[in-house]
């Protein structure tokens, strides 16, 4: 019997779509080996994929069982998670791979809801992950996370995160008290925020989701400069006056060099809590308009749901309150597809050097 031509495997696997991504797996494809009718391929996805896995790995033997000669085929899925590229300038953060920034051009579109949501859905999927809160003037994520006491630290003065549903956290809201008036002006609060970020101890992080403060004012552009974001996520509503903003925000990031991941759409329909019917109330298909005028993707589209405000009102978001339900299951396919776009960035070559001290 003839055995298949590996090279041209090779090249089919590698033409083929990854459906969280958008494009072929390309260099995701490592190696294929063939002996005996049996093939062997190596796939180094670099996203977490706990939830897809077994979906793709029957995608990839199914091609492979198309040729001729293959008796067998053994699949070896990896999805390790490598540093990308960030602004030009500026080193990336101890113990973090990547930085995710969370944006919205306005207020109001439930922004800190989908941040919050969406490190738990990456925690879910198989990586590790923490949330900075940047609202420095309205800490969200504290009441949204259920944190609670002071965090603790080291013996050279760092901040040890907190911890919630498996994630670390930090907040400005776990610093001060809850009805402190945060009564600082542009340069305080960016200074606050670098601080914070650069002193908390973060432990081995994949991914560290920023939940930045709402607009594209002074203060959201200089912490998108001064911050090492490698990817970001813009958050709407269909409403025509959040599109607008939508425009702006992806402008900012743009001008500061840093790649828009994609749009999320928040507030698509409404979901009658009584018959589970679903309505547009805010208008239909702005955020695929949007996405189409930037030359974004849409990354999902998430329902105003009243069990979804109930959960973080109560520190339990919806993707640890009811890991199995629509809401989760929607979150974390809008998180596999925001890590699988990271993934295709490049990778960050500005390597830390260990310390070297010389003893007699």
Request: some cysteine; charged content about 25%.
């Amino acid at each position: 019997m003839s055995q298949p031509n590996r090279d041209a495997l090779l090249d089919a696997l590698r033409a083929l779509d990854d459906p969280e991504s958008g494009a072929p797996f390309g260099d995701a494809i490592r190696a294929v080996a063939v002996r005996d009718g049996k093939v062997a391929v190596d796939v180094e996805l670099g996203y977490p994929a706990r939830g897809v896995a077994d979906s793709l790995v029957r995608r990839i033997e199914s091609l492979v069982r198309g040729f001729d000669g293959v008796d067998a085929v053994t699949v070896d899925l990896g999805s390790r998670i490598r540093a990308h590229a960030v602004q030009g300038g500026l080193k990336p953060l101890d113990g973090v791979r990547n930085v995710i920034a969370v944006a919205s051009g306005k207020g109001g579109v439930g922004k800190s809801t989908v941040a919050a949501n969406l490190a738990l859905a990456l925690a879910a999927e198989g990586a590790r992950v923490g949330i900075l809160d940047a609202d420095i003037y309205g800490p969200s994520q504290p009441r949204m996370l259920g944190l609670s006491g002071k965090p603790g630290t080291t013996e050279n003065r760092r901040i040890l995160p907190l911890q919630a549903h498996g994630i670390q956290a930090m907040s400005i809201g776990v610093l001060v008290s809850v009805d402190q008036a945060m009564i600082w002006r542009g340069p305080m609060a960016t200074q606050a925020l670098q601080q914070m970020l650069s002193e908390t101890l973060w432990d081995d992080l994949d991914y560290l989701v920023i939940d930045l403060p709402p607009g594209t004012g002074d203060v959201q552009l200089t912490l998108a400069q001064r911050i090492p974001v490698a990817g970001s996520l813009v958050v709407t509503t269909p409403q025509d006056v959040a599109l607008d903003d939508v425009r702006r925000a992806v402008a900012m990031f743009r001008k500061v060099k840093v790649p828009v991941l994609g749009v999320i759409e928040n507030m698509s329909t409404h979901v009658c809590s009584n018959c589970g019917a679903e309505e547009p109330i805010f208008g239909r298909g702005g955020g695929a308009r949007i996405a189409e005028e930037t030359g974004l993707a849409l990354l999902g589209e998430l329902p105003l749901d009243a069990a979804l405000g109930r959960s973080t009102d109560v520190g339990r978001p919806s993707v640890a309150d009811d890991p199995d339900g629509d809401a989760a299951l929607r979150f974390r396919a809008i998180a596999r597809r925001a890590a699988a776009r990271l993934a295709r960035q490049d990778l960050n070559t500005a390597i830390r050097m260990p310390k070297i001290s010389i003893t007699d």
